[in-house]
């Protein structure tokens, strides 16, 4: 067969593929990405992004979408799956990106949120089309272990259904693409909140220690993941004790940071975290 029939062949099936996904996708269900390699699902660490936070949605007749805040934070994790296949092929320990749409006008362009992830390379294992009162039901039901959001009360409402959640803002726009970085709120690890429930606690701590188990894969130097702790209140001594407590769930830090009450906000402008991991729900704000 030519090269240009193969090229006709690959488009037109990647078209029929897209077609497919729209028409599931208007049910309003979980749709697969066929496009893509499933991940293993019982060590895939399950990451839900909305779909408002990865794309800033068009006109109904555009096909393809600009880019959101959280696309770097997709192409991070991707990043991190790539090099972790680099090191070993039969690696089963990966980030499993699903896209959650929960606002009903981006339901209805469900044919342009799956072209949009294709023609921009995101690697999406799943599209969630689901309604703003059911997407709780959706994020456990899909085994998600962190959910992330542009929108505070759909972040909090899922912790508060044992969802680890954290908050995307504007500033994750500027985040780098080349290196997922993750910042623990030492405070928080050596004094627990007590909003949380056991279950938004229980997943916290199993997402780190997936988490500190991907880091362990990689060198100290060049690694596509960076784990930094900081502690806004107390000392030297609260530092160490985060550090030890962290270390006790099998994660260990590439830096760590003892505020003793100064500002967070400069040295947030210097470590650019995509985003801030404590019990139940977090945001840089905070």
């Not at 899922?158 to 910042?183: F, H, I, N, Y």
Request: net charge negative; glycine share 6%; with cysteine.
């Amino acid at each position: 067969m030519c090269r240009d029939c193969e090229q006709v062949d690959r488009s037109t099936e990647a078209v029929k593929n897209l077609q497919s996904l729209s028409r599931e996708a208007d049910m309003g269900s979980t749709v697969r990405n066929t496009d893509v390699r499933q991940k293993d699902a019982d060590r895939a660490v399950v990451v839900a992004v909305t779909s408002r936070a990865v794309f800033e949605c068009g006109a109904d007749d555009d096909e393809v979408y600009k880019v959101g805040a959280a696309f770097p934070l997709l192409q991070a994790l991707q990043r991190v799956n790539e090099r972790l296949l680099e090191e070993n092929p039969a690696e089963a320990l990966l980030f499993d990106v699903v896209l959650i749409t929960t606002d009903r006008q981006q339901q209805q362009q469900s044919s342009s949120i799956i072209s949009s992830t294709r023609h921009h390379g995101l690697e999406v294992s799943r599209f969630c089309f689901s309604s703003e009162e059911d997407f709780i039901e959706s994020l456990l039901k899909n085994n998600v272990q962190l959910f992330l959001s542009t929108d505070g009360g759909e972040a909090l409402q899922a912790s508060q259904k044992g969802v680890l959640s954290a908050l995307l803002d504007r500033q994750t726009a500027s985040c780098p693409s080349e290196q997922l970085r993750v910042l623990f709120c030492g405070d928080a690890v050596i004094q627990p909140d007590t909003g949380p429930t056991p279950a938004s606690r229980q997943a916290a701590q199993s997402f780190s220690a997936q988490l500190g188990e991907m880091r362990r894969k990689f060198s100290v130097f060049d690694s596509p993941l960076s784990i930094v702790m900081v502690t806004s209140r107390g000392g030297r001594e609260s530092c160490c004790a985060a550090l030890l407590a962290l270390r006790s769930r099998g994660v260990s830090v590439d830096e760590a940071y003892c505020l003793a009450g100064a500002p967070r906000g400069p040295i947030l402008s210097l470590l650019r975290p995509h985003f801030l991991l404590r019990d139940g729900f977090s945001s840089l704000d905070e």
